[in-house]
């Protein structure tokens, strides 16, 4: 896939998730995304993306102007540190930091926080079971 | 040379992140200020068509029985609620103790383009009128003769109703019949009359009506105002007050469009 495509279908992702979250679903979609891509697509022009659509969705939800942006950028700094003083570059580590920081917000923004933790306990499930099969052997990924 | 220019690359990234957690840092500081609530404005009424037309999906029973049906029994439990409250004024005239309230109020209509909480039971419910349509913080906010909430935040485009299910939730209401005071309070999934003195009668099935706060601006809840049913009663004779469990004959989840009642 070209990355104009990618680009434009991120963009239309992007686009319904906000709707959505803003409208019909309580759940911090466009939170966890701009983490995932702050966190592992580690550029300038993400960055970006991620800061305007920080302040999209707190418009749209009427909460302080700046909050997902800060929570987002927040959260960046501190894996950051992390990486750079405790540890290497670790993908459970950062997912568990996108983990905290989505529950963190979901608690105080009112979002629905059993669905957070339904999902993570989802994305953690699958993760320990792809890793144990990748030990056995059995997925080479 | 590859090693110094991927530092140099890692450096750019690090100056990028503590630059924009600083922007956003400064932004939610003065979240406030004319810029800042202009560019809010611009983004609210640029998604305020879509939003209204995805929040209205699916909310539509016009055509089906149990609408209908809905209807009829918000109509009536109206008719008990008037039934219950013209007795009371009737006794009270009689006693030559009546107070002529003679209120006009205008009304802001706005239409429901989110909500916060739980989908069955939302807690906030996010309207499309804020300060140019000159809402106000709070402001009652209401559909036919049922008190839905307050208006909890104001900005440019759209505000947010805290519902009466909301935990911050407070209002003072009453039950026509027997004239039980106490306060309501949110609980989530249900409201809770709190404070009712143990020598007050409460009725199971009782409708709880708003007994009236209104500031010195002229903002606030318009006494009257249909709250809920009373489902269970909480009452221990060696306590001072009894409670009760209140639970909303509107579905909120439901509603499309709600009225803000503007200063008195």
């Known amino acids: 896939m070209k990355n104009s495509q990618l680009i434009f279908l991120l963009f239309i992702f992007i686009l319904v998730s906000v709707l959505l979250e803003t409208t019909l679903l309580n759940f911090p979609f466009v939170l966890l995304t701009g983490l995932s891509i702050a966190v592992f697509v580690r550029k300038i022009p993400m960055f970006i993306t991620v800061f305007i659509l920080g302040f999209i969705v707190d418009s749209l939800r009427v909460s302080y102007f700046g909050m997902t942006s800060l929570m987002i950028f927040g959260t960046v700094i501190l894996l950051f540190l992390y990486e750079k003083y405790l540890g290497n570059k670790d993908f459970l580590v950062s997912s568990f930091f996108i983990a905290i920081a989505t529950c963190i917000y979901s608690y105080f923004l009112n979002y629905s926080l059993f669905a957070v933790l339904l999902f993570f306990g989802l994305f953690i499930s699958v993760l320990f079971i792809l890793d144990f099969l990748k030990k056995k052997g059995k997925i080479f990924i | ?264």
């Open chain 2, 1 to 264: 040379m590859t090693g110094s220019s991927s530092k140099f690359q890692r450096k750019k990234i690090v100056i990028g992140i503590f630059v924009f957690a600083l922007l956003s840092l400064t932004v939610f500081v003065f979240h406030n200020s004319k810029p800042v609530l202009f560019f809010q404005g611009f983004i609210q009424s640029a998604f305020s068509v879509p939003k209204n037309v995805l929040y209205s999906l699916g909310k539509n029973e016009r055509d089906s029985k149990i609408y209908s049906l809905t209807q009829k029994n918000l109509k009536l439990e109206q008719k008990m609620a008037d039934y219950a409250l013209l007795k009371s004024e009737n006794e009270a005239l009689k006693s030559q103790f009546s107070i002529s309230t003679d209120t006009s109020q205008n009304l802001i209509s706005a239409k429901i383009i989110g909500f916060q909480g739980s989908s069955k039971n939302p807690t906030n419910l996010i309207i499309n009128a804020g300060l140019k349509d000159k809402v106000k913080i709070g402001m009652a906010v209401i559909f036919e003769r049922y008190l839905i909430g307050k208006i909890d935040t104001v900005s440019q485009d759209y505000s947010v109703v805290m519902t009466t299910l909301n935990p911050q939730f407070r209002v003072l209401a009453k039950l026509p019949e027997t004239n039980a005071n106490g306060i309501i309070l949110g609980r989530n999934d249900f409201m809770f009359l709190d404070g009712v003195v143990i020598t007050d009668t409460l009725k199971k099935d009782g409708i709880i009506v708003t007994k009236g706060e209104v500031d010195d601006k002229g903002i606030g809840v318009l006494p009257d105002l249909i709250i809920g049913k009373i489902s269970s009663i909480f009452k221990n004779e060696t306590a001072p007050f009894q409670n009760a469990e209140v639970i909303p004959i509107i579905d909120y989840s439901k509603l499309t469009n709600v009225f803000l009642i503007s200063q008195m």
